[in-house]
């Protein structure tokens, strides 16, 4: 089951996640979290499929989805 995460400081590293945007060619990002910033606003995510480590930035507007079967 998959639930919303409102704030990344809820997150810690090795959760599994899923990152939603409005960008149609890269709409479903998903991995496990490698990194959280001390106010919450990056997130540095292992990508699934060999797709690397990648940083994020909260304000972009992505919706996060915590995998709670994986944690």
């Known amino acids: 089951m998959r ?3 409102r704030s990344w ?3 810690a590293p090795g959760d599994t996640v899923v990152l939603l945007t409005s960008d149609k060619r890269n709409a479903r990002i998903a991995g ?3 990194d959280i910033s ?4 990056f997130l540095w995510l292992l ?3 060999g797709a690397g480590r990648r940083l994020f930035h909260r304000p972009d507007g992505y919706t996060t989805l915590l995998d ?4």
Do not use: K, M, N
């Open 3 to 5: 639930q919303e995460v």
């Open 9 to 11: 400081l809820e997150l």
């Open 32 to 34: 496990r979290v490698d």
């Open 38 to 41: 001390a106010d919450g606003s």
């Open 47 to 49: 990508q699934d499929s």
């Open 68 to 71: 709670s079967r994986a944690s």
